[in-house]
């Protein structure tokens, strides 16, 4: 018999390996059992016939940052169009939101855009390849976690000039 390719799998063990707890989560979203950090407990976990959903949280490998609708979408293009050589995981949301993964700041960052959250070790979010009630979830910059990441300045400054330059033209975020 033929085994389809169990990417969820795959994708939990290359976040064990880049030091990225993992755990199982429900088609909802709901955390469904503890984080895991063992590629051993990966491999029980994921390497079934129905795998569950995965969630991922912040680390000392992995800043991920939720960036509000408008800036964040008007920052990605900013980003891209330095044409930079590392591009960050950012990850559409139903409610317009956007999820994004970066380096763990190294300094104190600078001031932030309005809106913009540093979720907090220990908070599950569901990563691509995942499906939730909402459809199969979706990365720009797909390789996540295999690829390097950028700084989070990098990503970040982008995101409030985004804000800046929009309240510059329509006076507020709407």
Known sequence: MIRRKNALLDTALVCVERGIPVQAATIAGAPDGDW?????????????????NLAVCSSPTVAIWRLP????????????????????????LPDGDWITCTLQPDTKLGPLATGVEYIEPGV??????????????????????????????????KVLRAEEEYVELHGQLG
């Open 36 to 52: 895991i950090t063992d590629a051993n407990e990966a491999r029980d976990v994921w390497d079934v016939d129905e795998p569950p």
């Open 124 to 157: 599950p979010v569901v990563i691509p390849p995942s499906t939730t009630m909402d459809g199969r979830l979706r990365w720009d910059g797909s390789k996540f976690p295999l690829h390097p990441l950028p700084s989070a300045d990098a990503v970040l400054s």
């Open 69 to 92: 609708r408008i800036a964040g979408a008007y920052g990605k293009r900013l980003y891209e169009q330095e044409r930079p050589d590392v591009w960050p995981p950012t990850m559409k």
